[in-house]
């Protein structure tokens, strides 16, 4: 889980990660899942029947939707609304008892999500509210040292 700041805390990079999440039943019929976490987006290719039956599902963390582990009998698995396919509700890992691995992912996913996603976009327009406000209080400094007037409010400016 490597990751590399740029610029300010609301802006993270996050670097290329893929992990292997075939369930054991899918291996009973050759077939194989990867998760594929890109800096800006997610991914979920599936294959079965030695590849013959390929599905792949891909979108950005923004729009990935409810990202949770899920325990159905005895496997542990997690399900990303957006990624999984209609038909399967949610993708169990290994031997299905790979709880901690299943928190990784998820913790991962949620994690990525939080910095594209909606939640994102509030956290930088109110990092630059506060650059534009420490701005303006530089040149309100800059003015007085100067002793410039301050420019008429937009209110009380007249056309000419």
Known sequence: MSETLTGSKDVQRFEHREENVTCCLELLF????????????????????GGICKSKKRGPYGEMGTVDSVNTCCFVGFAASSLMPADQASQCTGCGCEGDRVDDIVTELKRRQAFRGDRAKVRMAEATLESLSQLNTKVDMIMNHLN?????????????
């Open 30 to 49: 050759c077939g194989s899942t990867k998760l594929i976490m890109g800096e800006e987006e997610v991914e979920l290719n599936s294959s079965s029947c």
């Open 148 to 160: 410039l007037e301050k420019p008429p409010v937009a209110a009380e400016m007249t056309r000419a």
